[in-house]
């Protein structure tokens, strides 16, 4: 089993930037990846970014340039930068046992960005 608490999520205002983390427990020598979601009002759940446990990253189109991924340990952090208006979502830290192919979850953080 794997918790994953998030932290960071807030308001800002269009180009301001947040720092979002996501500290992992339990059984952390299991995971393979982690990485970030987000879900707008409406819409489906999305990829922000992940990190592999080598290190390795993958962002979403929409997001190069100004997010930033990087891992610590237990914990893996997202950094945001010129934030707009629709990044604004519930943000949630997803960790991946592809052994036993479970994705965890945190419970979320609100993201709102402010034009």
């Known amino acids: 089993q794997v918790q994953l608490v998030e932290s960071g999520g807030g308001l800002v205002q269009a180009g301001g930037s947040l720092r979002l983390s996501c500290v992992a427990s339990g059984s952390i020598f299991s995971i393979n990846a982690m990485g970030w979601f987000r879900q707008a009002s409406g819409k489906q759940r999305e990829l922000v970014a992940t990190i592999t446990s080598a290190g390795g990253t993958n962002y979403a189109d929409s997001v190069k340039g100004r997010f930033t991924i990087s891992r610590d340990k237990n914990t893996v952090y997202l950094q945001m930068n010129n934030l707009k208006p629709e990044d604004t979502a519930v943000y949630y830290c997803?960790?991946?046992?592809?052994?036993?192919?479970?994705?965890?979850w945190g419970q979320g953080t609100q993201v709102t960005v402010s034009s």
């Open positions: 997803n960790a991946a046992v592809i052994r036993v192919r479970i994705n965890y």
